[in-house]
């Protein structure tokens, strides 16, 4: 790969900590990460966060973001959710955002992952959504378009949002990975690609970046489940997040793309045991999938923001009555576009 | 979710498929094959001068057709077949007898994995026809069904068993299948990512079919798999697979049935001319600008629930949309039509209605 080159200013690397000693994650990423300004945003329940030396990094607490935006709006970053704080007091063009769990997983020559210059690489490149390139991303070293690629689809659109994938412990649901409790992802594939239009897929929080100025206000935390939990196979909040920024992007003719770079993902909390809990996710996703699949955007929708907003607004007239999460769901959208557009007139 | 399997052989299905080569030169390329290809049957298109004794070597079961054979067996219908164009491989497909075909170009070799082994090409398109695709919901560690993959979190439950595969489309190393443009400018680039992944192309997506490496299942999709009208007397030539794949992937949309993209790959060893190649492509590049907006929109009715009803509206569209185009169309549509009467002649009991 030739990377973009990464200008350290342009970036954020935000972390929602659930835990407190962040010495070993932070040193296994110091190769990585120490360039950059960092955004650590505690989880309410997790104690004083402990940050090694050498970082340029700004923890935010929970009184931080009462501060920033009043105690009634607070509970929109609890849990998982937290790091969409650090998403609405970044100034930088580009977010890089991991779970705090992951280490840097290794090509096959034994060479760290650069995971931010793979995701700026990606950001950085046009995406292709139009039309499948069989030969995967395009803009990559070594590859180009294939015969039979329309050349009026060649410049591509901007690429919004990129979203990495795991080595190890792949992002599965509890109730596959307790089926296969051994089960782990050794296929390093190499490859990136657009996801194309209308096509719609899980994104997995554990390891994405974005163009904050083209899509900030749609990645937002707004589906919280009742009995969320700090493990992700307990969350939903980055698929739905995923489901509506793809929606945004579609309309607005921006790009997202899916595959390198890879994080190594490690053990973290039971399958077993979240398989106790009802499978309140599993379900909502059976009402969630066939609504974006079903919406359309009007043609005055121009901007992240007004996508939002009427996305929430047909979320609640058509998801509203099949349950409250969804009605909340709706409402934390449109708060979480309010406080952007506060936070961003501070900036003025 | 997937099922938990545990690693299966992967059935032969030596007698439910066949082998479609067009070959105007030789089948020297069949030797390195050998060990992968013996066991099937060998259905041998050869275009260009009939009069021309092609070699098939020792060992193989096989039966050849030359133009003689092909205007002799389809008549004046033969008007369909290109000539000078491996677009005559198609031919192939209409009279085998089989389930499924796998049809390869005579220039692409068996190429290593990472490991340094051999790739069984066949095998693995076989694993990808027999598992089912996904193309409602994109699944971000690709096919969920091979070893060692799965559904992520958030795939929803009622989309994972997926729906019958129709076409599984290889990739090569080497030469890449790129335009002649593209070509002209890139003469040196050479296709050495193994990208480890076999994928469902989701609905509604089109995407560039290439025959060099191709897979599919004769009985769900077979009539769409018509190569045109490419070659001899032709304005445009190296937009056979590109045409199939896009009338097949509207029909495959329609008809709920999957298309998988990606592994296996194999080793394309020869390029061709660019400069010949940009004569035959040149209408084609400007075509494809129509071309692409017309099969992105097209829809098929409800009642069209057979591959072959599928088919004949979509050249009744072709003709209406497309014919102002160029006449060239006006003669596809016609052609397309004749394809389809053709395959029901030498198919007569094959009408039943597709995909669910």
Redesign the interface.
């Known amino acids: 790969m030739s990377p973009a080159s990464v200008n350290d200013n342009e970036v954020d690397i935000v972390i929602g900590a659930f835990r407190s000693d962040l010495t070993s994650f932070m040193e296994e990423w110091r190769p990585i990460f120490s360039r950059f300004h960092l955004i650590v945003v505690k989880d309410p329940d997790v104690k004083e966060v402990k940050i090694p030396e050498g970082f340029d990094v700004r923890v935010y607490t929970e009184s931080d973001i009462v501060k920033v935006v009043g105690s009634s709006k607070a509970s929109l970053f609890s849990g998982y959710s937290s790091r969409y704080f650090g998403y609405l007091v970044s100034n930088k063009k580009y977010i890089i955002s991991i779970d705090d769990d992951c280490s840097p997983a290794k090509t096959?020559d034994g060479d760290l992952v650069d995971i931010v210059a793979y995701h700026l690489n990606n950001l950085k490149t046009p995406a292709t959504p139009f039309?499948?390139?069989?030969?995967?991303d395009p803009y990559?070293k070594?590859?180009?378009?294939?015969?039979?690629?329309?050349?009026?689809?060649r410049s591509g659109v901007p690429c919004a949002l990129s979203?990495g994938?795991w080595l190890n412990l792949?992002?599965?649901?509890a109730?596959?990975q307790a089926?296969?409790p051994d089960?782990r992802?050794?296929?390093?594939?190499?490859?990136v690609l657009t996801?194309?239009?209308?096509?719609?897929?899980?994104?997995?929080g554990v390891n994405i970046a974005f163009d904050r100025e083209l899509v900030g206000p749609a990645m937002l935390p707004a589906l919280k489940l009742v009995k969320e939990g700090k493990v992700?196979?307990e969350t939903?909040e980055?698929?739905w997040c995923?489901l509506v920024v793809k929606t945004v992007c579609d309309h607005l003719k921006l790009g997202v793309k899916?595959g390198i770079p890879y994080v190594w993902r490690n053990e973290k909390g039971s399958a077993i045991d979240s398989l106790k809990k009802e499978w309140e996710?599993?379900k909502l996703?059976?009402d969630a999938?066939p609504f974006f699949e079903t919406l359309r955007l009007s043609r005055s929708s121009v901007t992240a923001e007004d996508c939002v907003v009427e996305i929430a607004a047909a979320v609640k007239e058509r998801l509203g009555s099949t349950h409250a999460v969804f009605v909340s769901a709706a409402e934390a959208m449109v708060e979480w576009v309010k406080l952007w557009k506060a936070v961003r007139s501070l900036d003025h | 979710m997937a099922s938990p399997s545990p690693v299966t052989p992967t059935p032969l299905l030596k007698d439910e498929l066949d082998i479609v080569i067009p070959t105007i030169r030789n089948l020297d390329f069949l030797e390195m094959w050998r060990p992968f290809f013996q066991p099937y049957h060998l259905i041998i298109v050869q275009d260009g001068d009939p009069s021309k004794v092609i070699n098939v070597p020792q060992g193989f079961d096989y039966e050849l057709y030359n133009r003689n054979d092909i205007n002799r067996i389809l008549g004046p219908k033969a008007s369909c077949i290109s000539f000078k164009d491996s677009a005559c491989r198609c031919f192939g497909y209409m009279v085998s007898k089989k389930k499924y075909i796998f049809t390869i170009d005579d220039d692409c070799f068996v190429a290593k994995d990472p490991t340094g082994n051999d790739i069984n090409a066949l095998e693995q398109h076989i694993k990808n026809l027999l598992s089912p695709s996904t193309p409602y919901f994109f699944n971000t560690l690709y096919d969920p069904y091979r070893e060692g993959a799965d559904f992520v979190r958030g795939y929803p439950f009622s989309l994972r068993e997926g729906v019958p595969t129709a076409v599984s489309h290889g990739l090569w190393l080497n030469i890449p299948d790129y335009d002649a443009p593209t070509q002209l400018v890139k003469p040196r680039e050479r296709n050495t990512r193994f990208v480890d992944a076999v994928l469902t192309i989701p609905k509604g997506t089109l995407f560039p079919m290439c025959g060099m490496n191709l897979a599919f299942d004769r009985e769900l999709i077979g009539p769409a798999m018509y190569f045109g009208l490419m070659g001899d007397g032709q304005p445009i030539g190296r937009y056979d697979d590109m045409w199939a794949g896009w009338c097949m992937k509207v029909i495959c949309d329609h008809l709920g049935l999957g298309v998988k993209t990606g592994l296996p790959y194999i080793w394309h060893s020869k390029a061709s001319n660019p400069f010949v190649n940009l004569k035959k492509e040149y209408k084609g590049i400007y075509w494809q600008e129509e071309l692409i907006p017309f099969f992105q929109a097209a829809t098929l009715p409800k009642e069209c629930t057979t591959v072959q009803s599928c088919y004949k509206e979509l050249s009744k569209q072709v003709k209406a949309k497309l014919g102002k185009v160029d006449d060239y169309f006006n003669k596809l549509a016609d052609a397309m039509l004749t394809w389809i009467e053709a395959w029901d002649e030498l198919n007569p009991s094959a009408q039943l209605p597709n995909g669910k």
């Open positions: 096959k039309f499948f390139n069989t030969l995967y990559q070594g590859s180009d378009f294939v015969r039979g690629y329309p050349f009026s689809l979203c994938l792949a992002d599965y649901d109730p596959t089926l296969k089960m992802n050794t296929r390093y594939v190499d490859a996801v194309p239009l209308k096509s719609m897929m899980p994104m997995s992700r196979w939903m980055d698929v995923g899916s996710g599993v996703m059976e999938v």
